[in-house]
């Protein structure tokens, strides 16, 4: 399998943000993220071990979510986002080198719900029956109402009526509501999901038919790239381009297998408002009240300091919006969590001279050895055991100890439990950027990264 994991965090603003966008999120469940569930659904001696195809940025978010399943995927990241299209074509040219041509490839999104897994496993093994035979297999959705928010794949003849393969008469864009609601009465039309099947020989094959130009580049990035990262140069040149409008709409290789498995992309928060929730999922928390008279029809959400108010109906516009938000008043735009090699900080609060964070450290792993010259920091322990050094003096803190360390003293925090630590830290000073950092050891190899 073959997962792709991009977004930019936008499409579920404010809960989705660019350094933990959707596909890291237990959205429908409180466990699992939606990158784990698809990890999941493939996980079987069936398959290959999955390769990931993400952002760089987020290599270290999916690598660590993996590890927790107990899996060891293959990684390339990419410097750019750039669509479907080069990340696949670089999945393709990494198969082929590792497997050879011939192996197939089952192209995943990372973010999507698929609630009835038995249906969808039983596509996928009808599916590769016709990759091996080499066509490009796309799952198209059979759709139970007029969705505008999704592309719809027109199906032709049967291929085959047993697992209900057909010929594909032409891919559309999102429609508006009166072509949408045509498409559901004629009964021709489904959702295209994004997931496809096909061997890596016949994606390379085709993409020089249809995009010699974009697999030039694709391969120039992935023979320069560095260990797992492409090549930047490449990237850089290379259109944003879907595999879509790629290869799929000019390929006749093309065909469609209809599926009905409980799937739903999670694209808008009103998409989300219809998955089924875990019963976990639904925690008896309040986080913030919001008092509203007289208002129907909208969705809330109240995430940190960045609430949201949007009227049911204006979904789709919420990615444009996040954006706009972003470039115009990006001081203000919370940032839900910033992960580090050792775990990630969420920011709960800031003032005049003091921030308050929640800070999770992984089992085993340590911050730097590090000095701040503007700020002392005081920690609370929550869960897990602390080994804190403070100058040349070790100390274990345990749950609901504090302790603190003064401005300009060396200093290190180190989880040397098997569970994650968990502390609320309070930073107080003239200065509170995260470049007021001086490290003298870390484990990590950084040396300008922050913290």
């Known amino acids: ?20 966008p959707k596909p890291f999120l237990p959205l429908n469940s409180r466990e699992l993220s939606l990158i784990q569930q698809t990890a ?6 069936a398959f290959h071990p999955p ?17 927790a399943l107990g899996m060891a995927p293959m990684f390339l990241l990419e410097p750019h986002a750039r669509n479907t299209a080069p990340a696949i074509t ?13 192996i197939i490839m089952l192209v995943l999104p990372s973010d999507h719900v698929i609630t009835d897994v038995d249906a969808f496993q039983k596509a996928v093994a009808a599916a590769c ?24 794949i027109h199906k032709g003849s049967v291929c085959d009526k047993r697992s209900e393969l057909y010929s594909v008469k032409s891919f559309t864009e999102k429609p508006d509501v009166t ?7 004629s009964g021709e039309y489904l959702w295209n999901s ?14 020089q038919k249809h995009h010699p130009l974009l697999l030039a580049q694709t391969k120039a990035a992935f023979h320069n790239r560095q260990d797992i990262v492409l090549g930047e140069e490449p990237y850089m040149e290379m259109q944003s381009i879907s595999v879509d409008y790629a290869l799929l709409e000019k390929s006749k290789k093309v065909v469609t297998l209809a599926l009905d498995c409980g799937w739903s992309d999670v694209g808008t928060w009103r998409a989300l408002a219809h998955v089924p929730l875990s019963p976990a999922r639904v925690e008896d928390k309040a986080i913030a009240t919001v008092n509203m008279l007289g208002i129907k029809n909208v969705i809330t959400d109240v995430m940190m300091d960045s609430p949201l108010i949007m009227e049911e109906s204006r979904s789709l516009d919420l990615r444009q919006f996040a954006k706009q938000m972003r470039k115009h008043h990006d001081d203000n735009i919370s940032t839900l969590r910033t992960e580090r090699p050792w775990g990630f900080y969420e920011q709960l609060h800031e003032g005049t001279c003091y921030k308050v964070k929640y800070i999770r450290v992984n089992p085993k792993a340590k911050l730097s050895l590090q000095q701040h010259r503007y700020r002392a920091e005081h920690w609370v322990v929550l869960k897990g055991q602390a080994r804190i050094i403070l100058e040349e003096q070790d100390y274990d803190v345990v749950p609901y100890q504090s302790f603190s360390v003064p401005a300009g003293k060396k200093h290190r925090l180190e989880n040397k439990g098997t569970t994650p630590l968990e502390i609320i830290e309070v930073q107080i000073g003239t200065y509170l950027g995260e470049d007021d ?9 950084r040396c300008s990264e922050l913290r």
């Open 51 to 67: 390769l990931v195809v993400c952002k760089t940025e987020h290599g270290l978010l999916a690598a660590e979510q993996f590890s």
């Open 437 to 445: 950092i001086v490290r003298f050891d870390d484990a990590y190899d």
């Open 40 to 45: 999941l659904r493939v996980r079987s001696s």
């Open 90 to 102: 670089a999945a393709a040219l990494l198969i082929e080198e590792v497997y050879g041509a011939a």
């Open 1 to 20: 399998p073959v997962i792709l994991s991009g977004g930019s965090g936008t499409r579920l603003w404010p809960l989705s943000q660019p350094n933990y």
């Open 194 to 207: 994004g997931m496809c099947m096909v061997s890596a020989g016949t994606f390379l094959s085709e993409m």
């Open 129 to 152: 029956a016709a990759a091996e035979k080499g066509d490009i297999v796309t799952f198209g959705i059979k759709p139970s109402y007029a969705e505008t928010g999704y592309g719809y």
């Open 179 to 185: 072509r949408a609601k045509a498409y559901i009465s």
